[in-house]
């Protein structure tokens, strides 16, 4: 009877610990989940505004203490809103998933892309490596956007684009 007692008993002491870890493991994932979706666009997977703001600031605290450049970019999608008006949300959804990944095809590793909400989107670009110059000089860089947009049948977009530099000091 001790025997089977102590059996049973260890037997609920597994199950029980089983349990334990499952429950930990899930809220780890869980909070892995919200941390991913507090930080990414839901849409895109791109970064999204709060988390780019927080690049941005960083960048620019690394350009003011080691005298490096860089520059902003911000993209805005010209005449999105009669994608959405003309052929509904999901083809604007669409397209929006179609930019961002040809943007992130274009970054370098180092390069921070972001949709900022909406039709916006943002990139950070790094200075080349021995240039004063970034990836791969901001005008080649929205050319290249360009002709591979209108390649994919997407020809109404990044008419204008805000650029910035970071310097330091």
Do not use: W
Request: proline share 2%; glycine share 8%.
């Amino acid at each position: 009877d001790r025997l089977v007692l102590s059996l049973l008993a260890a037997l609920l002491i597994v199950l029980v610990l089983a349990r334990l870890f499952g429950v930990l493991r899930d809220q780890q994932m869980l909070r892995a989940r919200v941390h991913h979706e507090a930080r990414h666009d839901p849409l895109t997977g791109l970064l999204n505004r709060r988390r780019f703001e927080a690049e941005l600031v960083d960048r620019l605290a690394q350009a003011a203490r080691y005298g490096e450049g860089g520059a902003v970019l911000l993209l805005d999608l010209d005449h999105f809103k009669l994608i959405n008006d003309s052929l509904g949300h999901h083809a604007g959804d669409a397209v929006i998933r179609s930019v961002a990944e040809l943007l992130r095809q274009e970054m370098r590793e180092t390069d921070v892309l972001a949709r900022l909400g909406g039709d916006d989107f943002a990139v950070l670009l790094e200075p080349m490596q021995g240039s004063h110059g970034c990836l791969p000089g901001d005008i080649d860089f929205l050319r290249m956007v360009r002709e591979e947009t209108r390649a994919r049948g997407i020809t109404m977009i990044f008419d204008e684009v805000m650029t910035s530099r970071l310097s330091p000091g």
